[in-house]
């Protein structure tokens, strides 16, 4: 079956703009997370989407915000660039339930902010 | 979730045996031991998970102590593809937090000829 899919794969942004990043989970799997990924600080949770519903959230400023749709397709947007928002996004998806041994992740969303 | 500690760099020759190791001391009798791997640029990929047997799929095998304070992950024949970052995470199994997962710096293992 088809992987998780991330668009656009690389994008160049100015500072002060904001972006949208898209995000097709695996088919049947409910719950979307993201993460980001900087040299700097690693691999970090930003939020999670379950049922059209955010279910968690990491500690990331409200810059950053994201949604889910009925078809479980999510996005997730950053508002007002800053330079330190250049990063790799990864999406995630798994069932969602207690049991997930495993999330699925996506290639990323590599993006640069000049 | 507890605390991991994972040594910063492994080597290991192909067609060896690759064996990561993972301190986790403070793990609590609910807390799971997963492992993924990143390899440059790409997403992590989950390799497995465990509560306390030892753990075996296609992929890799997964040995935790009696005491359950550390875990060694497995690679029975690595090749030059398995050269990734290995992540070590304990976390609860919940629902709520199922998505949360705090990835520590990982071990950097190269796979060489």
């Known amino acids: 079956k088809a992987g998780v899919t991330q668009t656009p794969r690389y994008l160049i942004k100015t500072r002060g703009q904001q972006v949208t990043l898209s995000c097709s989970p695996i088919?049947?799997?409910?719950?979307v997370s993201w993460y980001q990924q900087t040299p700097g600080q690693g691999l970090q949770f930003l939020f999670e989407?379950?049922?059209?519903?955010?279910?968690n959230k990491g500690n990331f400023p409200g810059r950053f915000s994201g949604r889910q749709f009925s078809n479980s397709r999510s996005e997730m947007n950053v508002s007002t660039l800053e330079l330190g928002d250049s990063a790799l996004y990864l999406c995630a998806s798994s069932l969602g339930t207690r049991y997930t041994g495993e999330l699925f992740f996506g290639e990323g969303s590599r993006l640069t902010v000049l | 979730d507890a605390k991991t500690t994972q040594p910063t760099s492994m080597d290991c020759a192909e067609g060896r045996a690759a064996n990561l190791p993972c301190n986790h001391s403070?793990?609590?009798?609910?807390?799971?031991v997963y492992w993924y791997r990143q390899i440059h640029s790409q997403g992590p990929q989950y390799i497995i998970h465990g509560l306390k047997n030892n753990e075996t799929n296609e992929m890799a095998s997964l040995i935790i102590t009696e005491d359950r304070k550390s875990s060694t992950l497995i690679l029975p024949h690595a090749t030059l593809r398995d050269t990734a970052v290995y992540y070590c995470i304990v976390r609860v199994q919940n629902t709520g937090t199922a998505s949360k997962l705090t990835f520590g710096t990982g071990t950097r293992l190269q796979v060489t000829l």
């Open positions: 403070t793990i609590s009798g609910n807390e799971y």
């Open positions: 989407y379950f049922s059209e519903t955010q279910r």
């Open positions: 088919s049947g799997h409910r719950s």
